[in-house]
C-alpha cells in the first residue's frame, strides 16, 4: 500500500540522548518535509528536501539535523535531546514543492 | 511576519452547516490549502484553493478571497465523524506552507 511510515509510533527518552526518527515514502515523491505539532500552535517546519541529495531548514531547526541519501527515505536526528523537543513529529512528502503534502501517522515523542 | 488565523474551537449540530473562517498575511501566495485531522492522527488533505471563489468536493467546499487574505471551510449535513480539527495552511512565496493553529470542531447529536 502506497504511503508513509514512521518509527517509532511512540518514544520516550531520557534528555541528552540521541534519537533519529525514520521516515520512508514509495511514491517516488521528490519532496519530503519533518514537522512538529504542538498543543496550541501550527505545524511548524523543521527541516526539508526538495529532492534527493539536498535539504533545507524550515522555521525550528535548531536542534535537529536531517539526511536525503535517496528518494525514498528522509531520517530527523536530534543529536542531544532536550525537554523542550517533547512534541509529535510528522513527516509529509510531495511530489514536487508546489503539489499537496501528504503525511505520516506521526511519532509521539516524550524528552524527560 | 507570517500570520494564519482561525478560530481555536467551534460547536455544530449533526445535520447542520458550519462555516470555518481563516484569514491570513504571507510573504507571498502560492495557494491556500485546508486539511481535516483527526485527534491522534495525521492532517489529511481537503482541498486546495489558489484562485478566488468557491470549489465544491461533495459535503465540503472552500472559498477564497486573495484581495481580502481570507478564507473558508463550509461543511454541510453534518455528521458525527466530521468532529475532528480543520487546518488552514497557506504557501508562501517559497512554496512553504505556513499553518493556522487549527479549529476543533465539536459535533453534537
Known amino acids: 500500500i502506497a504511503g508513509i511510515t514512521q518509527a517509532p509510533t511512540s518514544q520516550i527518552l531520557a534528555a541528552g540522548r540521541r534519537m533519529t526518527l525514520r521516515c520512508t515514502q514509495d511514491?517516488?515523491?521528490?519532496?519530503m518535509y519533518w514537522y512538529r505539532q504542538d498543543l496550541g500552535l501550527g505545524l511548524r517546519l523543521i527541516h526539508y528536501?526538495?529532492?534527493?541529495?539536498?535539504?533545507g531548514k524550515g522555521e525550528v531547526p535548531d536542534g535537529y539535523s536531517v539526511s536525503r541519501a535517496n528518494t525514498d527515505d528522509f531520517p530527523l536526528t536530534l543529536a542531544s535531546a532536550v525537554p523542550s523537543q517533547t512534541s509529535v513529529y510528522f513527516c509529509?512528502?510531495?511530489?514536487?514543492?508546489?503539489?499537496?503534502?501528504?503525511f505520516g501517522p506521526g511519532t509521539r515523542l516524550t524528552v524527560l | 511576519g507570517q500570520n494564519i488565523d482561525q478560530p481555536t474551537e467551534m460547536t455544530a449540530t449533526e445535520g447542520a452547516i458550519v462555516q470555518i473562517n481563516c484569514t491570513y498575511q504571507?510573504?507571498?501566495?502560492?495557494?491556500l490549502f485546508w486539511y481535516q485531522q483527526h485527534a491522534g492522527e495525521a492532517p489529511t488533505f481537503l482541498s486546495y484553493?489558489?484562485l478566488d471563489g468557491l470549489e465544491e468536493k461533495g459535503r465540503f467546499s472552500s472559498f477564497l478571497s486573495r484581495s481580502k487574505g481570507y478564507s473558508y471551510l463550509l461543511l454541510k449535513e453534518l455528521q458525527m465523524k466530521d468532529s475532528a480539527s480543520y487546518l488552514c495552511?497557506?504557501?508562501?512565496?517559497?512554496?512553504?506552507?505556513?499553518w493556522g493553529a487549527g479549529t476543533k470542531l465539536i459535533i453534537k447529536p
Open positions: 495552511a497557506v504557501s508562501d512565496s517559497n512554496y512553504q506552507l505556513i
Open positions: 511514491m517516488r515523491h521528490n519532496a
Open positions: 509529509a512528502s510531495s511530489e514536487t514543492v508546489t503539489d499537496t503534502q501528504y
Open positions: 528536501s526538495n529532492t534527493a541529495g539536498t535539504t
Open positions: 504571507t510573504s507571498g501566495f502560492n495557494g
Open positions: 484553493n489558489v
